[in-house]
Each structure stands twice: as structure tokens, then as C-alpha cells.
């Protein structure tokens, strides 16, 4: 049982160039999650999915698109890389929780992909 | 939408001390959950700990535990007998009850650093 894997784990990229990270997760989750960290701030998510073929945007969307096409993946796409998305990024992974009364449900982390953008 | 706010960017203490970590947060929501996670230089996050906000019990594990006080809108952590393993980066995060989809709201987190 892996949890939550990232590709990669560094990257660099000249600006106007486009690439693609990836997350995978084992644990049959639902819900899935990508987040940027920048220096002195926190976690600020980008995108979401709550299930296969859906996608959701979250608080800093723009530059980003994401795709949801198998349940234990998701995609995190930067089509023309700009130094100001040079960030750590995270990807997460959580259970839906069954109903607003529900119990709460932990996100698992990946490892986390730091990008630089020249 | 709601805002975290931790207005300690860096704490040091002794190894062996207790240390308090300040969280506050705004929100108009009346049912959430709310955390502190932890982040080592491996940059791995790692939950510490938990509280649902409909408890009025204080959340602890093990040497952590929180105080939560949902009328100042207030939750700090408190690390009993400090190790120096505990040296990490700590967020207080906030996630309103059935918005998982949502995903969590971060502070910009408190540098910890235990002093051997």
C-alpha cells in the first residue's frame, strides 16, 4: 500500500513550456486534491475532484487545468509555465464522508513535486 | 470563505519545555473541523491532531492537545515535554463539516525549532 504517490519530485522548466504532474492513490478515495506551497504561506488548493470525471476549482485556479479520468489518479496540467508558479505542490487524497453528520475523514499527503520555473 | 491566521512565523524552545502555538480563524460556518499539521524538513505533512467543533472536549494525543475556544474563534496547540524530532513546520488548517470536497483552508504555519 503505497498511500499517495507524486511524478515527479523535481522539475525544471523554462517559461512558455507545458507539463504535466501526477498523483496516484491505492486507497480507493474519492476525493482528490491538488495544493501549491509558496514560501512563508501555507497550502492553498488549486483544483479538486470528488469522483472520476469530475473536477472542481479551488483558490488559485488560474494557469492550472486537471484531469480526473481514472478514480485513482489525477492529473495536474500547466499548459505555458510562468516563473510565478515555481511552488512545491501537493497532491491529497480522502474517503467521501457519508453525509454532512458523517465522521470525518483524514487527507493523505503525497510527498509533494517542487517546480521551478526559469 | 474563511481565513486562518498564525501570527507566530517562528518559535525556539528548549527540549524538554512546553510550547504553545497560536491559531485563530474566521468563518461563518457553525459546524467544522479543525487541525494542526505538522511539516519536517522532509516537507512530508503529517496530521497532529484534530478537533470537531460541535465537541466542546479539547482534543490530545499523547504529548499534543489543543485549546479550543469556539466563541474567540481560537485554537492553539500545546507540545508537552518538547523533543528535539518535534522541530518542524506547524499549519493550522480548517475544513467546514461535509465540505471535504472543499478541502482545507491553511495558516502560513509557525516555524518550531527545539533547542537541544
Known amino acids: 500500500n503505497a498511500g499517495v504517490t507524486q511524478t515527479p519530485k523535481f522539475r525544471v522548466l523554462k517559461t512558455g513550456q507545458s507539463m504535466t504532474l501526477l498523483c496516484a492513490q491505492d486507497m480507493n478515495h474519492e476525493y482528490m486534491y491538488w495544493y501549491r506551497q509558496d514560501p512563508g504561506m501555507g497550502l492553498r488548493l488549486i483544483h479538486y475532484s470528488v469522483g472520476e470525471g469530475t473536477t472542481a476549482k479551488g483558490e488559485v485556479p488560474d494557469g492550472y487545468n486537471v484531469s480526473r479520468l481514472k478514480k485513482q489518479n489525477f492529473l495536474l496540467g500547466l499548459e505555458s509555465a510562468a516563473p510565478s508558479q515555481t511552488s512545491v505542490y501537493f497532491c491529497a487524497s480522502s474517503h467521501r464522508t457519508p453525509g454532512l453528520a458523517g465522521p470525518w475523514d483524514e487527507q493523505f499527503f503525497g510527498p509533494g513535486t517542487r517546480l521551478t520555473v526559469l | 470563505a474563511q481565513t486562518v491566521t498564525q501570527s507566530q512565523p517562528e518559535m525556539s524552545v528548549q527540549e524538554a519545555e512546553t510550547v504553545t502555538l497560536s491559531c485563530t480563524y474566521d468563518?461563518?460556518?457553525?459546524?467544522?473541523?479543525l487541525f494542526w499539521y505538522k511539516q519536517p524538513p522532509s516537507r512530508q505533512m503529517i496530521l497532529v491532531i484534530r478537533?470537531?467543533?460541535?465537541?466542546?472536549q479539547n482534543a490530545t494525543e499523547n504529548r499534543f492537545s489543543v485549546n479550543f475556544q469556539k466563541a474567540a474563534k481560537s485554537f492553539s496547540l500545546k507540545i508537552s515535554d518538547s523533543q528535539l524530532g518535534d522541530t518542524a513546520m506547524y499549519f493550522c488548517a480548517f475544513m467546514k463539516l461535509g465540505g471535504g470536497a472543499d478541502g482545507l483552508t491553511f495558516g502560513k504555519g509557525t516555524h518550531l525549532i527545539i533547542q537541544p
Open positions: 468563518t461563518s460556518e457553525s459546524n467544522y473541523y
Open positions: 478537533q470537531e467543533a460541535y465537541k466542546q
